[in-house]
């Protein structure tokens, strides 16, 4: 089967930035190599490890990410690295790159500097708060980004701090938006033969997840805050049942589906003083707004929520077209009929002989479809290969070696 | 000033709606598709009347469903009448993606499946992005972003111990993960087009498109049998890492600490870290955190939240507050000087507020050109797109097949 960025050769020098953005390219079939610094790519060392052996080359999450991809280990700081580097760049397509801004240009390496030489490079620069801008050089994490980029502000319990979401999702937000980018800027060097530099800003891509809080401020100038497990209004919000908490998102227009037929459910149900719930005033925004109506319905939905378990609730609630969710856990994703139906988690990369499993296909595409076809690389594992394709010969390998340019 | 417009002489028939397939289409519209939602005022969008509204009666009032739409075209079609799928059919003739975000079958009901598309178009790039895909048990389930979170683990994960958790606050699921993966394999699908003529279908379901991004619970439980549960702000090797209360009302700042040089410095800018005996190695942080944040917030509270910010960056801490809409939108001074927000004149709502693109380029613009459409109101460039007669063009709008 073709794939569809078969075509495409891209240089990933972004570590945990960008990684997933390069895994997007990677598994549509571009040709992606890592450049690994000396000590090895940061996320090795990250877990969960398989069998939890903390062993930098059983990263379960370096697996996840990096499979399909090439590595080759070096030092772009000496000048034969530095030689090294452009002759990659010379042969590739896209470069993807987190460097704090200015580092690059301190060993002539920026694509400023670079831009005449290599016309063609569509150059991803994927940094904390983007490329200009008075915080441009400021030290970051996802923990510091989810903050200042508003989505923290939104999460969490009232009475406790507000909460980042566990995950890294920051940079999961920034490395699909760069891949998006990059592709709207390969679509302009179709057209006029040129590259492009980009400068993706994370804070902004995490600012994307902040829902409508802007424009709440913008249009009735209030702060929105987090609400924690607390009701948005009286049918929205998260429920406790038998075996843990339950979703239901049974909003009306402009906001959910179901809350007709969650009334209905829950006087078939036969929940005392559930037949107010009927009264006209309960399809009344403002009144389902004010605290004393999520006060007089919360313990009306908590009887009914428990006496069932998630699933039987997500089952007939899905069957009465009410919008809800049960909070998942791994395994209850790892169990779930539905999943396994659709095949979606299988082997993603290898640790020796052992498959890793996990997510697969984030979309089925029929003629070009996704596919992993190669577990990701030890360190430096195309070191040779590449440097032959290059032209360098085995001499000129072992000298690279011995002045510690690469592994 | 470039005005470059990379996607411009693409046209999406884009039947998607509420959050994450007009997240979608936004991308192609904002780089110069030509992108033409095909609407119905009698089901109309649900966000046109999600709040926050300027109004509180019509369905070109909403913030929600402004900044999700910028760039397009809306026309109003009664689906039920055959004529409005013969003009769709007409339009995707000359068209290159047809989109949606409907549960299974709705455009098949309608006859716009994709076997049937592909009789009028036959390299049409096809993408239907339902909750939960098309094939399986559970595939005609209906859910929002949120729904999503709490199916993919999301909401699980993100909490304190004893407590309920509580997730992200928002229909995360909407904003990044499904729009990017969708446009990124539309893009894809183009770029493959553009090498062999060829088009293809294109399914995604919003769940497990979601789960991609939150891999980390499934890897711990497919390869170690483990069930990852919400520790709050907890990390495997950073410490400190957390975020402290500051001065003010509900004022905070994020700080994290994950190698000794940090550590160092944060002990020059907290005295009271400084040879602290309970302090001094990571393995003694780690056994007396709680002591550890009594003492570091002890120093935040004192100060406001920009102030801490500040001080830790001075010495080269990753640290940031945690910033609210107001100071999102009116005081961060580097969104500022990046232009990230956007104003469009809208002619229902005025000037209003937009989210900006999270990326810019030095060879195209990525100012918006024009606010959200009002329902509808692209229905007379019908006549040009269909070569309509004016009476032809009044008889469908008085057969209500133009709504």
């Known amino acids: 089967l073709p794939r569809a960025l078969e075509h495409l050769k891209l240089l990933d020098l972004s570590q945990s930035m960008g990684a997933y953005c390069s895994k997007l390219l990677a598994n549509m079939g571009a040709d992606v190599t890592l450049i690994e610094p000396l000590q090895g790519h940061r996320q090795r060392s990250e877990g969960p490890f398989l069998h939890n052996q903390r062993d930098p080359s059983k990263s379960l999450k370096f697996h996840y990410l990096h499979a399909d991809k090439k590595s080759l280990c070096m030092d772009i700081e000496k000048t034969e690295g530095k030689l090294l580097l452009k002759k990659m760049f010379d042969r590739s397509d896209i470069v993807i790159e987190s460097f704090t801004p200015g580092y690059l240009q301190s060993l002539g390496l920026s694509y400023e500097q670079l831009q005449e030489e290599y016309p063609h490079l569509i150059w991803c620069s994927i940094t904390p708060f983007g490329q200009f801008g008075p915080y441009r050089e400021y030290k970051a994490d996802d923990l510091t980004l989810m903050s200042m980029g508003g989505m923290a502000y939104l999460a969490g319990y009232p009475d406790d701090s507000p909460l980042a979401s566990f995950g890294e999702i920051s940079y999961y937000s920034a490395s699909l938006c760069a891949a998006v980018a990059i592709m709207i800027a390969l679509q302009n060097r179709h057209k006029t033969n040129a590259g492009d530099f980009i400068d993706v800003s994370i804070q902004e891509c995490v600012a994307l997840g902040t829902e409508t809080a802007p424009q709440f401020y913008d249009l009735q100038g209030s702060v929105r805050k987090r609400l924690g497990y607390a009701q948005r209004e009286p049918g929205m919000g998260i429920y406790p049942c038998k075996d843990g908490y339950i979703l239901f998102y049974a909003g009306e227009i402009g906001g959910g589906t179901g809350w007709v037929r969650l009334v209905e459910w829950l006087n078939e149900e036969e929940i005392p003083d559930a037949e107010q719930l009927l009264l006209p005033q309960w399809r009344d925004k403002e009144w389902k707004k004010k605290e004393e109506a999520k006060e007089i319905f919360y313990p009306l939905m908590e009887q009914f929520t428990k006496r069932y378990t998630k699933d039987e609730l997500f089952m007939e609630g899905q069957r009465r077209k009410v919008a809800l969710g049960p909070i998942n856990h791994a395994k209850d994703l790892a169990d779930s009929v539905h999943l396994k139906d659709r095949q979606f988690f299988g082997p993603v990369s290898q640790i020796e002989q052992e498959e890793v499993l996990g997510p697969g296909a984030p979309y089925r595409l029929s003629i070009t479809p996704w596919r992993i076809e190669k577990p990701a690389p030890a360190q430096g594992e195309d070191n040779v290969r590449i440097l032959q394709q290059l032209g360098f010969d085995d001499q000129d390998v072992s000298r690279l070696k011995e002045m510690g340019v690469i592994t | ?403």
Not at chain 2, 106 to 120: C, F, P
Not at chain 2, 121 to 141: A, E, N, R, S, W
Not at chain 2, 289 to 302: N, P
């Open chain 2, 1 to 403: 000033v470039s005005t470059a417009k990379p996607l411009e002489g693409i046209r999406i028939v884009d039947f998607t709606w509420v959050g994450a397939g007009s997240f979608t289409t936004k991308f192609f519209a904002d780089f110069g598709a030509e992108v033409i939602k095909i609407e119905s005022t009698t089901r109309p969008d649900q966000l046109r009347r999600a709040e926050p509204l300027v109004g509180d009666k019509g369905l070109n009032e909403s913030g929600y469903f402004a900044n999700r739409n910028t760039n397009k075209k809306s026309i109003t079609l009664n689906m039920k009448d055959p004529r409005s799928v013969a003009i769709v059919k007409e339009l995707i003739k000359d068209s290159d993606i047809v989109a949606n975000s409907f549960t299974p079958n709705t455009m098949e009901k309608w006859g716009l499946g994709y076997e049937e598309v592909k009789k009028v178009k036959d390299d049409v790039i096809y993408l239907c992005m339902p909750m939960q895909g098309t094939t399986g048990p559970h595939k005609d389930f209906l859910g929002y972003g949120l729904t999503i979170n709490a199916l993919i683990g999301m909401i699980h994960m993100n909490g304190l111990p004893g407590r309920p958790p509580v997730g992200t606050g928002t229909n995360y699921p909407d904003h990044v993960p499904n729009p990017g993966h969708a446009a990124f394999a539309v893009l894809s699908a183009i770029e493959y087009k553009n090498r062999t003529g060829e088009g293809q279908y294109i399914e995604l379901s919003q769940v497990e498109s979601s789960i991609s991004i939150f891999p980390e619970p499934l890897l711990a439980y497919l390869n170690n049998n483990e069930i990852m549960e919400a520790k709050g702000h907890q990390h495997p090797t950073k410490i400190p890492y957390g975020i402290y209360r500051c001065q003010g009302e509900d004022r905070w700042c994020a700080l994290s600490v994950g190698n000794d040089q940090e550590w160092e410095s944060l002990c020059q800018a907290i005295p009271a870290l400084r040879n602290h005996p309970h302090f001094d190695t990571i393995e003694k942080r780690r056994a007396n955190e709680k002591q550890l944040d009594e003492v570091i917030s002890k120093w935040t509270i004192e100060q406001t939240a920009e102030d801490v910010m500040a001080c830790l960056q001075g010495h080269g801490i990753p640290s940031g507050i945690v910033q609210d809409a107001e100071d999102l939108v009116s005081k961060d001074k580097n969104l500022q000087q990046r232009q990230f927000w956007q104003r469009l004149d809208h002619a229902v709502m005025g000037e209003t507020l937009y989210h900006g693109t999270p990326f810019k380029f030095n060879k195209i613009p990525t100012a918006y050109r024009q606010a959200a459409p009002l329902i509808g109101q692209h229905n007379e460039e019908l006549k040009k797109w269909l070569h309509l007669s004016e009476e032809d063009y009044q008889k469908l709008l008085d057969d209500r097949v133009i709504q």
